[in-house]
């Protein structure tokens, strides 16, 4: 079946730091790409996705492009700021009778000031 | 629209007691997705829906948790009865099958049983 596999946490960074949250995907068919991220005692929320390969996805300064080849997509950004400390969850919508999504394991980012 | 509404926020039970968690989806979206999370296991799929027809129910941990979608606007998510070890935070989403298939998530459901 689908599944997906993302680095565990946490990952802790000084701000303005790069960020690199990997994320790899197994799946039938193409199915689309997102990141998505938790703060404490909220629900998850989108930050970006991918419907096919070699599309990027991006926003508020963070992206992911889907990668095909090596089933992966990784979440990247060029300065974090204290303000991104919060869960980061990969996830994909395949189709297996019906849209399934199914997340990653989430990780952890501390961003420290 | 008010997003997809999740109730109660919390919810303290004892064992053995019946524990019912409500959900509303997005006005218009076709599908409907229950989670449970916790530190151990992460976020799993319980059971999604389809137009209110249940479509993959292969997460729900045992015959003591039940769902339901009488319609497009409503679904629950019964324990008969609870256990301590079903305390978590359980999410519900929604999403549109044909419209990038993006969820939205409630605030969620924290359960405790004790």
């Known amino acids: 079946g689908n599944s997906v596999t993302q680095m565990e946490g946490p990952v802790t960074l000084s701000e303005e730091a790069f960020l690199t949250i990997n994320c790899t995907y197994t799946?039938?068919?193409?199915?689309?790409l997102f990141w998505y991220v938790q703060y404490p005692g909220e629900g998850l929320q989108l930050l970006l996705k991918?419907?096919?390969?070699?599309d990027k996805g991006s926003n508020k300064g963070f992206e992911a492009t889907y990668r095909k080849e090596t089933t992966s997509f990784h979440l990247e950004k060029g300065s974090v700021q204290v303000s991104d400390s919060a869960v980061y969850f990969c996830?994909?919508?395949?189709?297996?009778?019906?849209?399934?999504?199914?997340f990653g394991a989430g990780t952890r980012l501390f961003v420290k000031a | 629209d008010a997003g997809v509404i999740q109730s109660p926020r919390h919810e303290v039970t004892e064992m053995g007691q019946e524990v019912t968690l409500r959900c509303k989806p997005i006005?218009?979206?076709?599908?409907l997705f229950w989670y449970r999370q916790t530190m151990m296991r992460g976020l799993e799929l319980l059971i999604y829906?389809?137009?209110?027809?249940?479509?993959?129910d292969s997460g729900m941990p045992e015959d003591r948790f039940s769902a339901k979608m009488p319609n497009a606007s409503f679904s629950t998510l019964k324990i008969q009865p609870s256990e301590p070890r079903d305390s978590a935070v359980y999410f519900c989403?929604?999403?549109?099958?044909?419209?990038?298939?993006?969820?939205?998530f409630g605030q969620g459901t924290r359960l405790t049983v004790v």
């Open positions: 989403a929604s999403s549109l099958g044909t419209g990038g298939r993006i969820a939205f």
């Open positions: 799946a039938t068919g193409y199915p689309s």
């Open positions: 991918a419907t096919k390969a070699d």
């Open positions: 996830a994909l919508s395949g189709y297996t009778g019906g849209f399934k999504t199914i």
């Open positions: 006005s218009g979206h076709d599908y």
């Open positions: 829906f389809n137009n209110n027809v249940p479509i993959d």
